[in-house]
């Protein structure tokens, strides 16, 4: 791999870390626009992909997509490149909040404009959900599996490991049998 591409993933995935508040679900349509419409490092489809892979593996969702990308555009020194820029800005931020905010949390400015920003994280997560349901293939056995895996975590507030799990094993039985028919 070359230098450049390291380069230049260390800070598209440190700008992405710079400028996106609300963590890795917030970061999604940031990291798809960058990473499929503007550098073309990954397919449309590969986005559910990348979410899947990040989402089902221990680690939070934006270091482990960061990984995934830089991995697959140039390996070992493109994963660290990627990684790297998309946890060293939220490492300064929290240095630098951490020095100031107990010092003014008490400020009522302050106090609403924290307010306002959780609000902004809500609708930068209600943005990604919205355009990743648009990418879904139009079947009734994803909706389905979708009304299914959303009751089960907002209902029955089941962990997330055993819905991406059942999940995964719904859509194998699904291929699986869609293969018999097509056999017959």
């Known amino acids: 791999m070359k230098r450049e591409t390291a380069g230049e993933l260390f800070v598209t995935f440190c700008k992405i870390g710079a400028f996106t508040f609300g963590g890795g679900y917030a970061m999604i349509p ?14 449309e489809e590969e986005m559910f992909d990348l979410i899947a892979i990040a989402e089902s593996t221990p680690g939070p969702l934006a270091i482990n997509a960061a990984t995934f990308v830089g991995s697959r555009v140039g390996g070992i020194l493109g994963a660290f490149s990627a990684t790297f ?17 107990a010092r003014v949390e008490h400020i009522s400015l302050v106090q609403k404009a924290f307010r306002g920003i959780r609000a902004g994280v809500l609708v930068l997560i209600a943005s990604a959900l919205i355009s990743l349901c648009r990418q879904l293939p139009r079947r009734v056995f994803t909706y389905l599996v979708l009304a299914a895996a959303f009751a089960a975590a907002c209902l029955l507030q089941a962990d997330s490991i055993v819905i991406l799990v059942l999940c995964a094993l719904c859509g194998i039985l699904w291929k699986r049998l869609a293969e018999k028919r097509a056999e017959k």
Do not use: M
Request: avoid cysteine; glycine fraction near 6%.
């Open 85 to 101: 820029g998309v946890v060293l800005p939220s490492f300064f931020i929290i240095l630098l909040i951490a020095g100031i905010l």
């Open 30 to 43: 940031l990291i798809r626009r960058e990473v499929v419409e503007e550098k073309k490092w990954l397919a």
